[in-house]
């Protein structure tokens, strides 16, 4: 089975900052789906961000954007002029060609005002 | 906007019972998946349906089960519930293949005495 690695269980930045939440994950798979979910307190997970395997180009959405490096297996995400709305639990999620979706074991980031 | 719902946000029972999760989405999805999320360990996959009658085991399937009898509903099943099933768990759906994202609900706490 694939793992998923997110090294920092805890990060906190200021608001209108920039921070960068790692994942790195294995595989020997050559083609693949990785997402970026968050879980803000106590609310639904929602998608912030996907990446297709097969495309060299980072994904973006917004203030949102990856640092996607395949060969090292490593998927960071990138939150801009962050704001108070960004603290949530983030998680990093591989999916398999099996259709079987691998979860990290999350970031909880704080934005302090 | 699709939508996920779950029975209940939060459930108490007692050790031995039987107990039902109930999963429904509202936008015809092939896939839908039951996971439990714990502190520290991130999602971890009890079961995932691919069609209607479909199952297949995840990483920790021991003492659930499931079932998909409509492609809308998908249903956990805890034979005899123990305390070390006191959890948090989650239900998703999405569609079949591609870079398509699983789409979560709300969540159920569910605490075992």
């Known amino acids: 089975a694939q793992t998923v690695t997110q090294s920092q269980p805890e990060m906190s930045v200021q608001e209108a900052e920039t921070v960068t939440l790692s994942c790195t994950y294995d595989?020997?798979?050559?083609?693949?789906?990785l997402f970026w979910y968050k879980q803000p307190p106590s609310r639904q997970m929602i998608l912030v961000i996907r990446?297709?395997?097969?495309?060299?180009q980072n994904a973006t959405e917004n203030r949102f954007s990856v640092n996607f490096q395949k060969a090292a297996k490593s998927f960071s995400l990138k939150i801009s002029d962050s704001q108070l709305g960004d603290a949530a639990m983030y998680f990093c999620?591989?999916?398999?060609?099996?259709?079987?979706?691998?979860f990290g074991t999350g970031t909880s980031l704080t934005v302090i005002p | 906007d699709v939508k996920v719902t779950q029975s209940s946000r939060y459930l108490v029972k007692r050790t031995g019972e039987k107990v039902f999760l109930e999963c429904v989405q509202d936008m015809d999805h092939e896939n839908m998946f039951w996971y439990r999320q714990d502190p520290g360990l991130g999602l971890r996959l009890i079961y995932f349906?691919?069609?209607?009658?479909?199952?297949e085991k995840g990483d920790i399937p021991e003492g659930y089960s499931v079932s998909r009898e409509k492609k809308e509903r998908f249903s956990l099943i805890l034979e005899s519930a123990s305390t070390n099933q006191t959890s948090m768990y989650l239900c998703?759906?999405?569609?079949?293949?591609?870079?398509?994202?699983?789409?979560f609900g709300p969540g159920t706490r569910l605490t075992v005495t």
């Open positions: 998703a759906s999405r569609l079949s293949g591609g870079p398509y994202e699983q789409y």
């Open positions: 595989t020997s798979e050559s083609d693949y789906y």
């Open positions: 990446q297709e395997a097969y495309k060299q």
């Open positions: 349906s691919y069609d209607v009658k479909m199952k």
């Open positions: 999620a591989y999916r398999s060609a099996g259709n079987q979706f691998y």
